[in-house]
């Protein structure tokens, strides 16, 4: 049931991210453009549980502009986007590794 409620608030959250601006967003502090995912800015999530919020806030932390979560047996397509988070998960839930792709 969890799954589930998580998956729903991905897609919502994955339609919400296609309307977003396209835009350069810019690095936090820095007055410039950001180039691109960052995993390294978000250590502390791994281990924890995959909650929407949680994914909302990686993406935003690591200044991606799309997130992907993964979790095990899922299709995976293998194109590189530099703009893309992705979170892979295990059959319960727990965020295991994070890389940008």
Do not use: W
């Not at 007055?31 to 800015?41: D, I, N, T, V, W």
């Not at 293998?78 to 892979?88: F, V």
Request: charged residues 20%; proline residues 6%; contains cysteine.
């Amino acid at each position: 049931m969890l799954f589930k409620q998580i998956t729903a608030s991905l897609a919502l959250l994955a339609v919400l991210t296609g309307c977003s601006s396209t835009a350069t967003p810019e690095a936090p502090g820095s007055g410039k453009p950001s180039h691109g995912c960052k995993a390294e800015a978000v250590p502390g999530m791994l281990g924890k549980q995959a909650t929407a919020e949680r994914i909302e806030r990686a993406r935003q932390q690591t200044g991606a502009q799309r997130v992907r979560v993964l979790a095990p047996g899922d299709a995976v397509s293998m194109e590189h986007d530099p703009q893309r988070l992705n979170i892979e998960i295990d059959e319960a839930e727990v965020i295991q590794h994070i890389r940008c792709g």
